[in-house]
Structure formats: C-alpha cells, structure tokens
C-alpha cells in the first residue's frame, strides 16, 4: 500500500496514489506531494508543504511550513528530463526553502544526513551537500556546489556554482564564496577570505591537540608564508601527515576553481592562531 496505515495524513493533503508515504509519518494540511515521491519512516511535513516528482526522503526528516522540495531547476538549459533530488535521514529543513533536482537527465541533487537548514533559502540543482551540516537563513547555494561534512553556513551567504566548502569550514555571515574554501578554517569578508582555524568547530568533533597543532602549521604555511602553493603544499605533506592535514592537501589539490587566500592588503592582520 503507497500509504502506511500508520501514517497520519490531513484531510486536506494531496498526494498521489503513486506516492510511498512510510510508517508513522505526518503528512499536514495542505501539503502536495506528486507521484514517484518516496518518504521514509517518521517523516513529518508541516502544512503546505510541496513535494514534487523524483524526490526521495530517508526516515526522521522534519519539513517545516512552506517547502518545496524537488522544484525544476532554475537553469534555462533544463529539458524537463527526469532527474531526482535525494534526501538522507534526520535532516531538519525549516520553513520556506526550495530544493531543485538536478539539471541533466538523471543527474541527481543530494543531502546526506543530520543537516540543519535553516529558514528561508535556496538549493540549486546537483549540489552535493554532506552530513552534520548548518545552513542558515537567507543562504544561496548556486548549482553544482559541493558541501563536505559538518560545515557551517552562516546566513546571506552566497555560494557561486561549482564552488566547493571543506570539511568544517565556517563561513562567517553575507560572505560571497566565489573561490573553494578548503576544509577546517574560518572565513570572512565580503569576497571570502581565510581568517584562522576553526577552533571550537574541531574542538566540538573531538579533534586532538596534535591534529589541531598540525592544521595550524599548514595554515601557516599556506596563508601567512612567503612559500607558493605549490611548495606550500609539498612542506604539509612531509612535516605534517595527519589525517586532517592530508585532507586539506587532497582539497586544495583537486580545486578546479582555486581557492580562496588572503588579500594583499597591509592593512588586513590576521586573525591568531
């Protein structure tokens, strides 16, 4: 049956008959959800919210008020091919968000896990968003945008498409994110720039002294040196072999955009390590 009986469904909710709706969801009033939507155990959709066709949720994931997830995207090469939009579990999104599908015939938009979106934004077709991430209000992903996990977005934040976001990086609030920003760092200004380490972000995942101290020395090395890239790279990889650290080399050298650095600006200081 494409409806649990243990399912709750208002009586003013749309959905069709070839929709799954699993056990023990929540399905509010006015909500719409098309055909060939799938929704996993103990999902709960507050009212008007609107599901559209090839999107897929996991089990545990809370939809506030005025969603609307798996839209068209918002890309005037779209055919109207069918692509998917696929959500993992235990994702909180909150009011008034979008969420595209991707572009390309069977091209796919992704979150993971245990996210926390924040109201009010927009996703744009085939992001690729981790796990354990904080997306703020009023933020805008671009399309083809990757997320690593346990990033912190703030809110106004713009991200250019096909920029990438590392592994707990935080973007401070309104930054525009037009280059990578490689993983574990702060970053702030209009146009992003690194400002230190994300101390309590890596404090709060149970990084060591010794992981902290050896992603300090490769700040070092990468921001505040004379060294090029290049060679810069070359010194973490042979002083400071980390798992962290062997990250953030493998980030950086995968950059196709390039990543962020500091502005050659004599007023600007650093923050301290």
Known sequence: MPIDPSAVVAPTARIHPDAVIGPQSVIGEYCVIEQDVVLG??????????VKRWTTLGDDNQISAGACLGTDPFDKSFSGARSYLRVGHRNIIREHWTISRGTQPESVTEIGDDNYIMGSGHIAHNCKIGNHCTIASNALVAGHVEIEDQAFISGGVVVHQFSRIGRLAMIGGNVRVNQDAPPYFLYAQFDIEPRGLNLVGLRRAGFSR????????????????????????????????????LHLVSFIRSSERGICRPRKDPRWSPVSL
């Open 41 to 50: 155990a103990r999902c709960r959709l507050e009212p008007y919210v609107f």
């Open 210 to 245: 010794a992981e902290i101290a050896s992603l300090k020395s490769a700040y070092r090395l990468l921001f505040l040196s004379s060294l090029k890239l290049e060679e810069a790279l070359r010194r973490i990889e042979t002083e400071d072999t980390t798992a962290p650290t």
